[in-house]
């Protein structure tokens, strides 16, 4: 761990959500003054994890930077449903797209040091490239070296696939012109088996009642004759992401995590299975302990939802740790 350099090092962590950004800084020595999140749902979950002292700053577009205290690092999965390939594509012309406006006025309010953001792997094309091509240029303009990649948490010790875009800023000011960032190497792959241990009943079957809707998905047009139910069932840590038409299926990996998508099954001691809430938090990285503090506390279908929403824990550790050990290498 690269605790030298970030021993007193203060964040804000923006655009919340549950806070999976916020545990992957933390676990690199940083400490966290505050968080902005605007969903009462993502602040109840956070609170239970993070405890009722903390700060909530609310909506970062109306925040009055001169109240801010002073900090040295921003984190944020800025809204990503502007940029989205399923989004409508009306990127920066939606409101909810001027986000990076706010935190671009919070970088340049408080003169921050350095930043980590990240969207949907959807923003690098959207209109073309062009929408990526404004962030990088306002961010570039604010005084910030930034360099960014696709990053695939699977990579960084989670089994999900959940590619997205993170952008690292360092004020150039405290970097050398040639300085160079080089996102984190990847890491083995983990097994499945390991984050599908939920021991609640969550057996799937034809006592529950959407199990019929799930035997007539199986006989729609897409489904229909392509697979054999009992067949699935041999297949321990199967994977089965029931989407909106046809299904998919996974070998010790689970599909991206998503808002909205609460389908998905495996197949555990011969009998389906539905993902869970605490699951998903630990597919994004999440302790287990932490993930234990809210798991029949917090509705499943929140957490299911604020799971999909959240950042990777470990993929924003691995970035932050590379980053800092750059940093020292660059000081020596
Ligand atoms: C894609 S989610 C990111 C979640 C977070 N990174 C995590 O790991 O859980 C975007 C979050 O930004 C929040 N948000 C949207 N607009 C905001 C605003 N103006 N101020 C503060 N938070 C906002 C949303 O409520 C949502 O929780």
Redesign the pocket.
């Known amino acids: 761990m690269i605790k030298t350099k970030t021993k007193n090092l203060k964040f804000i962590d923006?655009?919340?959500?549950?806070?999976?950004?916020r545990l992957g800084l933390e676990n690199n020595g940083l400490s966290c003054i505050g968080f902005?999140?605007?969903?009462n749902q993502?602040e109840i979950t956070y609170r239970k994890f993070f405890g009722e002292e903390e700060k909530n700053y609310g909506?970062?577009?109306k925040i009055d930077t001169k109240k801010l205290p002073d900090f040295d690092m921003m984190i944020a999965?800025?809204?990503?449903q502007s940029f989205s390939v399923i989004g409508q594509r009306k990127g920066m012309q939606d409101k909810?797209g001027q986000?990076i406006y706010?935190l671009i006025k919070i970088m340049l309010d408080k003169n921050l040091k350095y930043f980590i953001l990240?969207n949907v792997k959807g923003l690098t094309n959207h209109d073309n490239g062009n929408t990526f091509k404004v962030i990088l240029k306002e961010l570039d303009k604010a005084g910030y070296k930034v360099f960014h990649k696709v990053l695939n948490s699977i990579d960084y010790g989670v089994p999900q696939m959940r590619e997205r875009i993170y952008f690292i800023g360092i004020r150039k000011d405290l970097v050398p012109e040639n300085f160079v960032y080089l996102f984190p190497e990847r890491q083995n792959r983990v097994s499945v088996k390991d984050f599908l241990i939920d021991t609640k009943e969550l057996e799937f079957d034809d006592k529950k009642e959407s199990y019929e809707t799930f035997l007539r998905y199986m006989k729609n047009k897409y489904n229909h004759g392509r697979y054999d139910l009992d067949d699935f069932l041999t297949k321990d840590y199967l994977v089965i992401d029931t989407r909106q038409s046809d299904l998919r299926l996974y070998d010790n990996k689970v599909p991206t995590l998503r808002v909205g998508r609460h389908g998905i099954l495996y197949v555990k001691n011969g009998k389906f299975r539905k993902l869970s809430g605490y699951e998903s938090l630990l597919l994004q990285g999440f302790p287990k302990q932490l993930a234990k503090k809210v798991d029949g506390v917090i509705e499943e279908i929140h957490l299911l939802k604020?799971a999909g929403?959240?950042?990777t824990v470990n993929t924003i550790g691995a970035i932050t740790r590379e980053l800092f050990k750059t940093l020292e290498q660059h000081e020596n």
């Open positions: 923006f655009c919340s959500g549950i806070g999976a950004g902005s999140e605007i969903d993502a909506d970062l577009m999965g800025f809204p990503c909810r986000i706010g990240e604020q929403n959240a950042m």
